[in-house]
């Protein structure tokens, strides 16, 4: 197994524990993330939206949850996973199935400096928002307002968190 491949082994055994802190220990400094939500630069941001969404999930939603992954790959220079995560969304209360696609980009330290998520945000709005996500999820419209509530979700976190 790669080195590589271990670390986003390591990263998404942590996310199933919901441990933030082995999660961040995976990035490096300068590390990206991008799915349809956010869009962050760097680990403070991006330890953060983990840091926050693991805290939500234990707070609110410990008894649903649940997290696996298959099809870790890995090289020197990317890798890839598949995850699915079942979890109770914290704005509204539903209960989400949503199946991601990641992509990552190591350094030669064997850190994460490219984290790519994808899926399908249809899906995903019409069980997290329900009638809205129904109805409207598939505009750019709510994909909007929702990238903007969470950007200042964790925005608000980390002023909480100025350490983080």
Not at 57 to 72: I, N
Request: glycine share 8%.
């Amino acid at each position: 197994m790669h080195p590589n491949q271990q670390t986003i082994e390591t990263f998404y055994g942590a996310f199933a524990r919901l441990d933030a802190k082995t999660m961040a220990g995976c990035y490096a400094d300068d590390v990206t993330f991008d799915d349809e939500v956010f869009s962050l630069k760097g680990k403070r941001e991006v330890a953060a939206m983990w840091r926050m969404l693991c805290e939500a999930t234990q707070a609110r939603g410990a008894d649903v949850w649940k997290l696996s992954f298959r099809d870790v790959k890995a090289d020197a220079d990317t890798g890839s996973a598949h995850w699915d995560a079942h979890y109770r969304f914290s704005a509204t209360g539903r209960i989400v199935d949503n199946a991601i696609d990641a992509k990552f980009r190591f350094n030669p330290a064997g850190l994460i400096v490219r984290h790519e998520d994808s899926f399908d945000f249809w899906k995903w709005s019409r069980q997290a928002l329900g009638a809205p996500g129904v109805l409207l999820g598939w505009t750019p419209v709510i994909r909007g307002k929702v990238r903007a509530q969470a950007a200042g979700n964790l925005q608000k976190f980390l002023a909480r968190n100025p350490t983080e």
